[in-house]
């Protein structure tokens, strides 16, 4: 099975970048299942900004192997997601996330850190069909964790373990779901 964490600031160096860090290593140390995670970067793809032009073949979205599911780890701007995040989502476009789970992650370096999730899960999936599962996380006063360089707290620790289950349990029940839908029909390729 193979995650692939996408950090979506496009600040670097970055909190969301440090963060993918420290999680992909937690639960590589932390959670006992057969998976495969890496980490990518949104802001070192160096993608233009989207436009028929730019969906060429000439830039890499990141996502070139299959994958089975996602973790976006997602920066607080103004209450919502980054630019980054909304555009890469169309240089990857819906074959890539056609009924894959997604881990919502938020990440704040003050109080915040839900809106961008609200966003997501109430504007991004209709055409993507990405299908972002019921838990989610949220790392406010993310500098304190980072400075820590390792997630220490009980409770974290057993969200952290709860999602990536449920993550886990999503993708292997969504692949029969793939299977029995196969492709949309041209008529509803955007959503309904
Ligand atoms: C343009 C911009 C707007 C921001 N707006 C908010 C906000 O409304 N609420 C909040 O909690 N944090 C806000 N932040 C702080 C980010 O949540 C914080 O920088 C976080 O650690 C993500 O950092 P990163 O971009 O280094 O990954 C904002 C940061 C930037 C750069």
């Not at 070139?64 to 996602?70: C, H, P, V």
């Not at 630019?83 to 169309?90: A, C, E, H, R, T």
Request: hydrophobic share 40%.
């Amino acid at each position: 099975m193979k995650i692939k964490i996408v950090s979506s600031s496009q600040n670097k160096p970055s909190s969301s970048f440090e963060l993918s860090k420290l999680l992909k290593e937690y639960i590589e140390n932390n959670i006992d299942n057969n998976f495969e995670i890496g980490i990518l970067n949104l802001v070192d793809l160096g993608l233009p900004f989207w436009d028929f032009s730019a969906c060429s073949e000439q830039y890499s979205n990141g996502v070139e192997e299959e994958i089975d599911a996602f973790i976006f780890v997602v920066p607080d701007w103004n209450g919502m997601m980054p630019p980054i995040l909304k555009n890469w989502f169309y240089f990857v476009g819906s074959a890539q996330f056609y009924h894959k789970p997604v881990l919502l992650c938020g990440v704040s370096s003050g109080e915040g850190g839900h809106y961008p999730l609200v966003e997501l899960r109430a504007f991004a999936a209709k055409n993507f069909r990405m299908n972002f599962i019921p838990e989610n996380l949220i790392f406010k006063n993310v500098k304190e964790l980072l400075s820590t360089k390792t997630i220490k707290e009980n409770k974290l620790r057993e969200r952290i373990n709860h999602c990536t289950r449920t993550l886990v349990a999503y993708s292997k029940a969504l692949k029969s779901v793939r299977s029995e839908l196969g492709e949309p029909s041209s008529t509803i390729k955007y959503g309904i």
